[in-house]
């Protein structure tokens, strides 16, 4: 059993989506149909090595391995051609399956209790295929994706489909035409229908139906940077140097700088009250006389998406200098520009360094030089905020109005009115 690269293995697996034209070009090109198995990673890897000894021997004009990406890539000069040709458009069979890839693209088909339950609507599939030879049946994706994965081990599919339908099933994707009348549109109906007399209950699922064409052109790309900057950031600080600045330093005597970490939330009560409760905490406290603090502490702060510019630099003094710690009075706060800075891990790495001013009051400031770490990217939560709804006339020539999702054009002069909202 060798393994292939991602394209060769692609090509291959779009091959094996037609099991009676594999077959028949395998057998009339190379003698034998190979034998193909989804393997462990460790197995995968192993035999890859091996497939790539025998290629050098084979072709040592071509790479066994190509970058997937650069687009000049083409054949060796001096490589062995190829002596048989396959029958099947494995070209436009690739193209295809970019398309079903996009429909099963969703997290519930990863999820073991909807593939059981698929598994077993597979198996109702072929007896319904068995009792019904000659109709053409449309699967549902969930179906479709078991028998895909089935296909993938050609040996057995031939062997169970042959053993319980009498001949190899094949499998043709290029059914694709959705329009009202059309073959694909028709069989669903019967399939539908079928299913329904046969197990007495419906053939549709939940999370198995056409999701429609894929998006791609119809979204905006989300960059690199912009990506980076939604994430969540916990990030090390590191005070190299701290400088309380302005004319009013000098009468200041005994302090403290507090660098809080400001928090909010909103509590709703038993009878619908609502009460913001402050959960703001203290990251790291200067005391002294002095005005300026080398190597003055570090601490870890957290960097979100949003109004992540909550770290509180505030100077408080004593209200009397017998009790100092009874009564303060605060002589002004700023914040940081955090998210700001945070951006700047995308171009510096890791660890950059920064300098900041900020003006606590009138004739009061604190100078900082920092060093922050990036030590870990957190996750990032996005929300709706809702617009408000308006009726109107969608014009069906504005494509780019319509959304990811085609609709259904409406007859000649009829015109498109809608209900609709710019969210955010």
Known sequence: MLSAPLDIEWVWYCHLLAPVSYQHDCLHGYQHAPDHSV????????????????WRLAYPDQPFQVDLSDSSIHEGQNSRPTTHAVSYDLIAAAARQ????????LPHYQDRLFLEKSLKRYKQYLFLKMKKPDIFL??????????????????????????YLGTLLNHDDSVNDRSDGSRLNNSYAVTRQLWKTEFGESFSAYGAMYRGDPSVGKLNTVSQDTNFNMLSKQVS??????????????????????????????????????EVVDMSEKLLVL??????????GSFTKLACCIDSDNLCVKLITPKSFLCFNSAESCQGESKIEFNQISKKFVSCGQSISESVTLDLDEDLGVRLDMTLTLKKLGCCDLWLVPGMYEDCIMPEQAEQLWGPVPLPRLPDGVENKCTVASHK
Not at 43 to 50: E, F, I, R
Not at 287 to 296: F, Q, R, S, T, V
């Open 237 to 274: 600080v590191q005070l190299d140097r701290v400088e309380v600045t302005g004319s009013r330093s000098q009468q200041l005597g005994k302090y403290k700088l507090h660098f809080i970490e400001k928090k909010e939330i909103l509590l709703t009560g038993r009878y619908g009250d609502k």
């Open 39 to 54: 393997l462990p990673w460790a197995t995968y890897t192993v035999s890859l090595a091996q497939a790539e000894q025998l």
């Open 98 to 105: 970019k398309v079903f890839h996009y429909q099963v693209a």
């Open 287 to 296: 005391k002294g006389l002095n005005l300026e603090w080398e190597k003055a």
């Open 138 to 163: 449309v699967p549902c994706y969930d179906i479709d994706l078991l028998w895909h994965t089935h296909m993938s081990h050609p040996v057995c599919y031939k062997n169970v489909t042959e053993l």
